[in-house]
Structures are given as C-alpha cells and as structure tokens.
T-cell receptor, first 113, second 111 residues
Framework: TAGITQAPTSQILAAGRSMTLRCTQD?????MYWYRQDLGLGLRLIHY???????GKGEVPDGYSVSRANTDDFPLTLASAVPSQTSVYFC????????????FGPGTRLTVL | GQQVMQIPQYQHVQEGEDFTTYCNSS?????IQWYKQRPGGHPVFLIQ?????EVKKQKRLTFQFGEAKKNSSLHITATQTTDVGTYFC???????????FGTGTRLKVLA
C-alpha cells in the first residue's frame, strides 16, 4: 500500500511563479491536511478538508489555495510564490477529522528564490 | 489563540540516559497525540491519550496526560540511538477540524 504520496520531492521556484504541490492517498481517508514545517516553528496547518468537496483554512492559509474534488487527491496551489513560502510541505490524512491519527506523506521541499 | 508549547526545545543525552519532553497547552485539551519525526523524515503517529491522568506505555516510552488535561509528557527510559528525532505533541482540537502541533523537542542521543 502506497499510503500517501507527494510530488514533487523538491522544487526550486522563482518568486512570482505559480505551483501546485500534489498529494494523493489510497487509504480512502475522509480528512486531509496540508502543513508547512519551518525550522524552530514546528508544523503549521495551512488548509484542511474533512471530506471530499469541503475545505477549510488552517493557521497559515494566506497565499495558498486547495481543492478536494475527490477523496484521494488534495492539491495545494501557490498562486504567486514568495520567498517566505520556502519550506517543507507535508500532506497528511486521517480516517476522520479530529479524533484519529494522521498519516503523513514524505514531504515536498520547496525553495522560492 | 491557543498555543501548545513543548520543553525543552533541544536535548542531548548519552545513550542509556533517560529523556523527558513536556507539552503544555494554554487551553484544556479534549485529547492529545504524540508523533515522532526522524531526521529528514516525516512525522509518524505514536499514541493518543484521551482520559484525564491517563498513562500509556510502549516498551521504553511512557506517555502521560495531566489531570487537568492541559499538559502531557513523554518519557523515554534508557535512550538508544534509534530514539533520535523530534517529538511533537498535537492537539486534534475536537470540533474545529484544526490540528495544532507543539513546537517539538529535538532529541540527540550520543553513543
């Protein structure tokens, strides 16, 4: 079982460019999440989706958008990247929101120059 | 807003020594989760505590939930090099669909 996959593994992006980080899970989990991890700041929630067709804002949503057209996929889009968005991005999923363990993908390392 | 702080931020121990990390919330928690992230890896779920005063053990790891459900701790007995990584507590924030992770404690074990 693949679990959660993320693509790309890493990316260098010019400021002002757009980019979509991909996340796919094959566990039929209802809830999915996007986090960014910066040194010394831990994991911060960007956006979440408690079920297909719905999304919500997390702690740091500005500059990011998400969609949840189906259960398996939860792409994260940066419309116009800025250097402060340089980070490691983790996608995660759980059976249900709030009460279950989260399964994390391997992460995408993004550098915005 | 709610904050979840962990102390210490870093800890270096000699192999065989014990280690404890503490998680403190500014608000009462419905439950708390613990995750481990190896260097260069992704967070992996360890355990969830739900009841006030709950204590759970996993081999050399002991997890405790405070009586007031505002703090938690993870204690590792006789650390090994395989324990190296960052340990995070997390508040699933029941009812709001928003997970809040603690700041993490980075553990280094010296052989």
């Amino acid at each position: 079982t693949a679990g959660i996959t993320q693509a790309p593994t890493s990316q260098i992006l010019a400021a002002g460019r757009s980019m979509t980080l991909r996340c796919t899970q094959d566990m039929r989990h209802n809830a999915m999440y996007w986090y960014r991890q910066d040194l010394g700041l831990g994991l911060r929630l960007i956006h979440y989706s408690n079920t297909a067709g719905t999304t919500g804002k997390g702690e740091v949503p500005d500059g990011y958008s998400v969609s949840r057209a189906n259960t398996d996929d939860f792409p994260l889009t940066l419309a116009s990247a800025v250097p402060s968005q340089t980070s490691v991005y983790f996608c995660a999923s759980s059976v249900l929101a709030n009460h279950n363990e989260q399964f994390f993908g391997p992460g995408t390392r993004l550098t915005v120059l | 807003g709610q904050q979840v702080m962990q102390i210490p931020q870093y800890q270096h121990v000699q192999e065989g020594e014990d280690f404890t990390t503490y998680c403190n919330s500014s608000t009462t928690l419905s439950n708390i989760q613990w995750y481990k992230q190896r260097p260069g890896g992704h967070p992996v779920f360890l355990i969830q505590l739900v009841k006030s005063g709950e204590v759970k053990k996993q081999k050399r790891l002991t997890f405790q939930f405070g009586e007031a459900k505002k703090n938690s701790s993870l204690h590792i007995t006789a650390t090994q090099t395989t324990d190296v990584g960052t340990y995070f507590c997390a508040d699933p924030s029941s009812g709001t669909y928003k997970y809040i992770f603690g700041t993490g404690t980075r553990l280094k074990v010296l052989a």
